[in-house]
């Protein structure tokens, strides 16, 4: 589950399944969608061709509800629209679906932090939890 071998692994294992955003395109050391671009990490950008199909991947516990003034200068942050709330009272944490663009995502935070359905929220990513996939083969690269 931490380190899937391909698409289908990451969004099948674990409590919830990993966040997968298809349709990304190579491009000037980036991946681009039409909601985000995202810096490829220099291991990744080794392995691939401009123009190649990715997907990218998150776990929704890595994919942080917050403020994009508090993330790191490498760090994703995408900016969207809160769909579903789901409380988890035990372990004190909540799992929000977030529209950006055409995706939808989960991300958790805590549970005091007060959010309705329609509220815009930022959403960082940590690159370091970040996963790359090959769009045709879905195997992950780097």
């Known amino acids: 589950r931490e380190n899937p071998v391909n698409a289908f692994i990451a969004g099948f294992l674990g409590p919830w399944p990993m966040n997968l955003f298809a349709g990304g395109v190579v491009a000037d050391g980036q991946l681009r969608f039409a909601e985000?671009?995202?810096p490829?990490?220099?291991?990744?950008?080794?392995?691939?061709n401009s123009g190649q199909s990715l997907m990218l991947g998150v776990h929704p516990e890595a994919a942080?509800?917050?403020s994009a003034r508090q993330s790191s200068s490498d760090d994703i942050c995408l900016r969207g629209v809160v769909e579903v709330v789901e409380p988890d009272f035990?372990?004190?944490?909540?799992?929000?679906y977030v529209r950006t663009g055409e995706s939808v995502y989960a991300a958790t935070g805590p549970l005091?932090?007060?959010l309705g359905i329609g509220?815009?929220?930022d959403v960082v990513f940590?690159?370091?939890r970040v996963y790359f996939f090959d769009g045709e083969s879905e195997l992950?690269?780097?």
Do not use: F, K, Y
């Open 36 to 38: 985000m671009a995202v």
């Open 40 to 48: 490829l990490p220099d291991a990744v950008r080794a392995q691939v």
């Open 64 to 66: 942080n509800l917050g």
């Open 90 to 96: 035990g372990r004190r944490v909540q799992t929000v």
């Open 112 to 114: 005091d932090l007060t």
């Open 119 to 121: 509220a815009e929220v």
């Open 126 to 128: 940590p690159t370091d």
């Open 140 to 142: 992950r690269i780097g």
